[in-house]
């Protein structure tokens, strides 16, 4: 493929456009509220929220975070191993396709989740998470074959806006659905317009991937499947060894994984919190989630233009700022503070454009420029983030457990912050990849 061909550029991005309806409608707007109600009452003369899941009693919410830790944790320790395969067969997009199948598939199957099959519509959501975040190693990965690092910035904001926009499309076609239903399409099973939202996501999600797997092209390398496996491992240790001698490469992705804890449990839980805490309605969470998506549109760009006024760490370390103002600001809420949490997602939507979209951006930039292992580069990237899902989600419910109060979780999200801007003040501020790839340290 040429670098910087404006057709293979909006064909990748449009991958954005088509898996990011996943995490907002169904990791963030419809399904959690959705999976809470289907899981209420379950057991007779217990808490409400006790649901029984392979015969243990366990909390819903708690039940709900463990489940995405679980999920990221299995593709944390797939990934890298696939990517190095990946690497050695020259075939990253065939992986993606397989894990973007799984991932619409799996969504579409929710469609069948009811009350009465919480085993079945927690194997499903596994299984779109793993689908989801799978394909998510070799999308990024292509990242630098298609453009030069100049663009790296832009392009990577330019994907993470289709996502939001596209997302948000979709999630509105099934807010009217939700709450127009009986009016308007003479809907009265109240279970139906969200399990239809989580088949839209599947047809959406697949569908739009065709645009984005007509222009990427695979570069089979014609190595024989025998030996594969010990190849893959081979791909890996490569980039290990290769990794110990980038010490800029090894701080930023250490910061990475701190702030992502943050960032992460956010993303997936901010409407767990929104019901729990602050008493939102499903409507108003969905609202709120519009609200999240439509600044972060705008958020991508500013923080890319930050980054080019200033530099990609000093971009990054302003999100930090913002996040853990966000977070201990948060655990300030009690139940009837809607506004407030209002005003809390318009900070959360600004800053969680710009720091994805950032991070992306600025570890494809440590990433050797001579370097045709950007599979495998970009699995160690996509690890770290997995097992941050898993850890910051695991804790926020382990705290929320514990304590029985959700807004210490809160305080907890904002230590990963405060971690994860200590160690990007480590790293210079401009300039930093020529000097860095020159071997300087």
Known sequence: MKKNDPKVINAWCMYDWANSVFPLVITTAIFPPYFLKMTTGKIPGADESL?????????????????????????????????????????????????????????????????????YGTT?????????????????????????????????????????????????????????????????DGTLAPRLAFLTVGLWWIGFAQITFAKLEDKPTGHKMEGMLTKGFDEL???????????????FLLAFFFYSMGVQAVMYLATVFG??????????????????????????????????????????????????????????????MKYEFYGVAVFVGMVMGGVQSMSRSTYSKFIPSETEDTASFFSFYEFLEKVSIALGTFIFGLVFQVTGDMNKSAVALSVFFVLGLLLLLRIPSRHIYDVHLKGEK
């Open 124 to 188: 499903l959501f596994i299984m779109a998470m793993v689908g989801f975040a799978g394909s998510l190693v070799f999308y990024n990965s292509f990242l630098p074959e298609i453009a030069t690092e100049d663009r790296f910035d832009k392009v990577s904001a330019k994907g993470f806006s289709l996502g939001y926009f596209g997302s948000v499309l979709l999630l509105i076609a099934n807010l009217v659905m939700i709450l127009k239903g009986e009016a308007w399409f003479g809907i009265t």
């Open 237 to 251: 240790k490569k980039v290990w060894y290769q990794l110990q001698e980038l010490k800029l490469t090894k701080r």
């Open 51 to 119: 649901t029984r899941f392979f015969g243990l009693e366990v909390t819903n919410s708690v039940l709900y975070t463990y489940c995405i830790s679980f999920a990221f944790v299995l593709v944390a320790l797939l990934n890298p191993y696939l990517s190095a395969l990946a690497d050695f067969s020259g075939k990253k997009k065939a992986f993606m396709q397989f894990f973007c199948y799984l991932g619409g598939i799996s969504s579409s199957l929710l469609f069948f989740f009811y009350g009465k099959t919480v085993e």
């Open 275 to 336: 019901e729990t805490v602050v008493g939102m309605e499903q409507h108003e969470l969905i609202i709120l989630v519009l609200l999240l998506q439509l600044i972060a549109i705008p958020g991508a760009y500013l923080f890319a233009k930050i980054s080019e006024w200033k530099g990609n760490i000093v971009s990054l370390i302003s999100t930090m700022v913002i996040w853990i103002g966000v977070c201990l600001y948060a655990s300030t809420l009690a139940s009837g």
